[in-house]
């Protein structure tokens, strides 16, 4: 089967949720009304379902080649790439001064995540292109963003990331890349970067790599690192295309997933040093690709999204088909469809549930991207920034753990069938496992979490949202019901919990470190289901309100709410539980090195 | 790296909670003394380290190939088989009356534990063997033992199981392979069976197929199916091999993992018919493969804590040894090993809590069976079997469900590098994959265990394993320190929270099975993670008594436990709200098969 995008969904969360209409009446974004979103969104399900999706299980069975130095895609993706650049969809978020369409990260979010759930590997490409759009149109000259950003936009051209090194994952301060000025305004690189996704291909005719290198005499660690734009070809001043520059594919890796998306090895100088020029200051590199993490971080976190609801649908398809047993409560006196036993039912639920609260969550960040980039007022900007920055890493890490649950229950509705690569499930299995990793780990995130986005502002931020959640709880109490009533109790403590949890990260970084920075993925998926949950129980009130226009629909939000509140939510609880009151930090540290 | 067996913490497992000392006391197991238990184990380290574990990952590189109906296991399996045969490997625990060992099911779980963790492909072709063996043993007769069992134990033959038909996988009252009378006392068997593991290879000289099938005239569903012995060769009355039975492969499976191990699709009597023999008596088969399945489950459950061990060796080892980023306690000014991170060290002490936790649980069942199965005196004997009973499910369907925990954590503490097929962390990601699907899904472990093992007694033998918790926990208040008061209390809720779920499902599977069943993954969830948390008090215990022998390993024992006990004992009591407090189980059909 093929994905078809829950567009009605998107629009929900995208319209109640995440507040559209608001965002059009930004400056800039005028034309961004909820009509313009849906009309994007329906020509995004065209090309997503029928040129994309289709390619997404010959890409795990015929992966990416490297040979002598170059790469072939997957047959069909140079084609697919041509379709995807010729429709615009590189540019969808991308300023229209360099020819992008200047539409809100909200609805860039919901055609990124249909892109994904087509196909994680293609979508990668475009994914590290808009990276690089965002690291120019910050920092580079008007001279590089004119020579780059409307070729990146047209798809002529990809963009890379270029950090890790086989001795610099995580820890960026050991970078080694080189980078020689030559006097003439351009640098010599030398270095080898790994991990460089679609590093090397044949979808497009060049391919700017942007590269983290020291220049001589750099400080040590990360305050001597330096960006620096490496295409493959040189670019002429008139925008055409000059020489092979030295840097080259050495290999590509053999993964567990994502087979598809060619991760290389790159060789920068070994000939007579890779010509690159650097973007922005000297020594401020690690600032600048930060900015491309950041937007690349959000992204990933809709990889988990999208993967989550393509393993969701097969799934469900599977348990809407396949008859096995008679059901438990003597309704039938034959085998029924799977769906109708209640493990599976629980498990397809399950999977709805985290995959529709990780959407709302992340569309709900991207909307306070837009304000905090168009907003005419600067501390409505301000605020909405810093929502926007905490939120961030919690999508990203949230998201993309419950990712690996979401297509590990998918791999076990289809029972054996599962376990047999032709039947597909396994694929999204092994492709999402990546998530948790590249752009940050998870434990990456939750420093990030911890660190600059709780303990900075002294947990401003996440008080802030603690009382915004506090007044949904209210709301909740005026309604009755089961579904209103476990939704209140739970999400009531899962507050609590997470304020519990915040007044403990605060009190104790410093004193505490270890015990805090060991709570703290804890703490990310403790953060994740709770604001999770309150989107979960904000569409419930909304579904309430609407319930007449269309009670089909609205009867089952707040049914996937009701199921979130009581399957989901209880685990709140039981984090604070670790974190705080049972002093888990301690037990972290209780084993010594040398006694593991 | 190979696998170093963890020969320290078995033996403490089954001398200090599992009672080796008493089963020595066994009529027939006179000799199954502590000593011959470690000198059985130091014998199966050399096995499984020098000669299976090296073939891992040559098996999941070249797997075993089809090739017009013949199977070639990968290279070296046959001759490390070979090996284990000749060592008397299978026949550790069956009996000596049929050239078997004899020993308890204990010494043999410490044994299926290593073999596994060297190679679950590898060990598989045993496991099933084993499995047959129980069931010749208990329903075949005289002759059929004494043609079978001794080449079965001797390894010349190996043994399989035939339960899966396409439409019939779970759900075995849709079975419909055919046996049709000779009337000289054989049968011609007709069908198709599926995911026949190790159904068909090159590492002996025979293969002994029980296999499922309905006689003529008999009744529908389960209790009209009979169990037969289909051989590969037919047997002449000398024990020699005669003419090839009709039974053909006709392809194996491309799986996620396992991959050595071949998934064959078997054809039965595509000429004349398979020639088989019935096992006892007609319509009883689905009873006699209860009795492989029972033992197939347990060590699965066995595979599951296997597979973990080995994934959190090769984690630890890899977090010895990376260097990346300086600790967050400003302890260094230089980058150092991974392990010094929180939460590096956070996922390393998951991995082996859990493993520990759910090595514990399976030992001390085993011992549970092996005073069931020797014990003087009847009751006694009926109250262990009623244990051993009421653990299988939870072992099989606990310890499986961890082991994706666990694997997926081993990938991740990799970073980058887990993705990377070559580091080999991956490999145990998709190998364990399966176990929480084959010889019966987790669901169907959790039916089995509100059904079968909970409600048909009205929760007697859980209620005396919670009193029994109960005494632990007092036992608990008797020591001071951190450790002591997490695990006091944690556990106490625990059995709490495992109390309350207990009544619910006895008061209520009657009165509202969708709801109760619903929960019944939960319920063994929570009943493992109870169950093993008291395992890991119950350690604690004894390390508190012993500690002045050999402080650092008692040392470890206590901060193990600790850590169990403040990260995975409180999600004891978030189970227990889903289930109970916030009746999860309405919430599960809230959706209506439609809404999805």
Redesign the interface.
């Known amino acids: 089967m093929s994905y078809i995008a829950p567009v009605k969904d998107m629009l929900f969360v995208m319209n109640e949720l995440a507040g559209i209409e608001q965002l059009a009446s930004l400056p800039g974004f005028e034309d961004a009304t909820p009509e313009t979103a849906q009309a994007v969104l329906e020509e995004a399900v065209k090309l997503c379902g029928d040129v994309i999706a289709p390619l997404n299980v010959e890409g795990d069975r015929n992966p990416s080649s490297w040979h002598n130095g170059e790469v072939k895609a997957t047959p069909g993706f140079a084609e697919a790439f041509r379709q995807f650049a010729e429709g615009g969809w590189q540019g969808v978020q991308h300023p229209t001064d360099y020819d992008g369409q200047g539409l809100p990260k909200l609805i860039a979010t919901a055609c990124i995540e249909m892109l994904n759930a087509a196909n994680l590997s293609f979508a990668l490409c475009p994914l590290l292109t808009d990276g690089a759009i965002e690291a120019l149109l910050t920092a580079g000259t008007e001279e590089q963003k004119q020579r780059y950003v409307p070729k990146l936009i047209s798809g002529e051209w990809t963009g890379t990331m270029n950090l890790?090194e086989p001795?610099a994952?995580?820890?960026l301060?050991?970078v080694r890349t080189r980078a020689e000025p030559q006097g003439d305004g351009t640098y010599r690189i030398f270095g080898t970067k790994?991990?460089i996704t679609w590093g090397e291909h044949d979808m497009a005719s060049n391919i700017v790599h942007l590269v983290l290198a020291r220049t001589p005499g750099a400080p040590e660690g990360v305050k001597g690192i330096s960006l620096f734009t490496v295409p493959k070809f040189l670019v002429n001043d008139d925008g055409s295309l000059g020489a092979r520059n030295d840097v080259h594919c050495v290999s590509i890796?053999?993964?567990?997933?994502i087979k598809a998306s060619p991760t290389a090895v790159l060789q920068f100088g070994d000939h007579d040093g890779a010509i690159g020029q650097l973007v922005g200051e000297e020594n401020r590199g690690l600032e600048y690709m930060f900015i491309m993490m950041n937007a690349a971080r959000f992204a990933v976190g809709m990889q988990g999204v999208a993967v989550s609801d393509r393993a969701y649908q097969k799934a469900?398809a599977y348990a809407?088909e396949r008859?096995?047993?008679?059901p438990?409560?003597?309704s039938a006196k034959q085998?029924v469809t799977i769906?109708?036993?209640?493990?599976?039912?629980?498990m397809?639920?399950t999977m709805?549930s985290l995959t529709e609260a990780s959407r709302a969550l992340a569309y709900v960040a991207a909307a306070h991207s837009d304000i905090a980039h168009r907003h005419a007022d600067a501390a409505t900007r301000e605020r909405h920034h810093a929502i926007y920055e905490f939120l961030v890493p919690v999508v990203k890490g949230w998201s993309t753990e419950l990712s690996?649950e979401v297509t590990?229950l998918g791999?076990?509705v289809h029972?054996?069938m599962?376990?047999?690569?032709?039947t597909g499930a396994?694929q999204y299995?092994?492709d999402a496992?990546?998530l948790?990793?590249?752009e940050g780990?998870?434990?990456i995130q939750?420093?990030d979490l911890v660190g600059r986005k709780t303990v900075r502002d002294g947990g401003a931020v996440a008080k802030a949202l603690l009382a915004e959640i506090g007044q949904t709880v209210e709301a909740l109490g005026a309604h009755e019901g089961?579904?209103f009533d476990?939704m209140r109790?739970?999400l009531a403590q899962g507050q609590r919990a997470l304020q519990s949890v915040v007044e403990y990260v605060v009190g104790n970084a410093k004193g505490d470190?270890?015990?805090v920075?060991?709570g703290?993925?804890p703490y990310l998926k403790l953060a994740g289901i709770v604001l999770g949950g309150w989107q979960m129980a904000r569409a419930m009130l909304i579904a309430a309100g609407k319930h007449a226009e269309d009670p089909?629909f609205y009867?089952?939000k707040?049914?996937?709410a009701?199921?979130f509140?009581?399957?989901v939510l209880?685990?709140a609880?039981?984090?604070e539980?670790?974190i705080v009151t049972?002093?888990?930090?301690?037990?972290?540290?209780?084993?010594a090195?040398d006694?593991?």
């Not at 890796?253 to 997933?257: A, M, N």
């Not at 008859?323 to 008679?326: A, E, G, I, K, L």
């Open positions: 890790t001795q994952g995580s820890d301060a050991l790994i991990f890796e053999h993964k567990l997933g469900l809407k008859v096995q047993s008679r438990v409560d003597g085998a769906i109708h036993h209640p493990d599976v039912r629980r397809l639920a709805r690996l590990s791999v076990q029972g054996g599962g376990f047999i690569e032709e396994a299995y092994r496992r990546i948790t990793i590249y780990t998870t434990a939750a420093n089961a579904a476990a109790t739970q470190p270890n015990a920075f060991a703290s993925v089909a009867e089952a707040i049914a996937t009701q199921f509140a009581q399957h209880p685990q609880g039981a984090l539980v670790s049972a002093k888990g930090g301690e037990g972290v540290f209780a084993l090195e006694q593991f």
